[in-house]
């Protein structure tokens, strides 16, 4: 294999997983997931059953990866982040065909003991802070914190402060990329040089 299971973890028939991904302590991988190159899983995660997992993607315990939840590419989630698959449910009712899809953009970082409600995307780049219950759609390089989050500021790629001048643009010094901001919305105007994982 290329990938590691640590002993007493689980990982059930019909799963793909990338290589170099670690899979630590007392996890179970349903079946139909999809899991990149390059995870981390620590302790105690479920993913699936149909789960789809990007690469680079790390994920910290106590973390639940349902039906209907994508994570792109090189996104965080932080410890006992909750994610959801249906909006009303019932013990003595069966929804299992209305779960909503949920998806975190590329890069996103989800703090620990956020939730995040089923049926709302996550934009690229954006920071959820620590502790705060996600209900809505979240815009790419926003920081959104509290319950419910709400904008709050705009991070760079790197996880810089964005600072945006009377025409609305904003340059990170850490690697020069640049952002336009217009009506809410923040794009990314010119990308780095150099690859971020170089200035690691």
């Known amino acids: 294999m290329s990938y590691f ?3 007493s973890s689980y ?8 290589d170099d991904t ?3 302590h007392f996890c179970h991988v349903m079946g139909g997931s999809k899991i990149g190159k390059n995870c981390s899983f620590g302790q105690n995660c479920v993913i699936g059953p149909n789960a789809v997992i990007g690469n680079n993607v790390k994920v910290q315990n106590n973390i639940s990866l349902y039906d209907g939840v994508i994570i ?12 959801t698959n249906v909006t009303n449910p019932r013990s003595f009712i069966a929804r299992k065909d209305e ?5 975190i953009k590329k890069g996103a970082s989800l703090g620990a003991n956020c939730t995040v409600i089923c049926g709302i995307t996550i934009g690229e780049y954006a920071f959820v802070g620590a502790g705060s219950t996600v209900t809505k759609d979240i815009p790419s390089f926003a920081l959104v914190y509290g319950n419910p989050a709400r904008v709050k500021g705009w ?10 001048d009377n025409s609305g643009i904003a340059v990170d010094q850490y690697d020069g990329t640049k952002y336009k901001k217009e009506k809410g919305v923040v794009s990314l105007l010119k990308e780095s040089i150099t690859p971020i994982r170089e200035f690691l």
């Open 5 to 7: 299971i640590h002993e």
């Open 11 to 18: 990982i059930d028939p019909n799963v793909e997983i990338g």
């Open 22 to 24: 670690k899979i630590w």
């Open 72 to 83: 792109e590419d090189d996104v965080f989630i932080g410890p006992s982040v909750v994610f």
């Open 99 to 103: 779960y909503k899809k949920t998806v």
């Open 155 to 164: 991070y760079s790629i790197a996880g810089f402060e964005l600072s945006f």
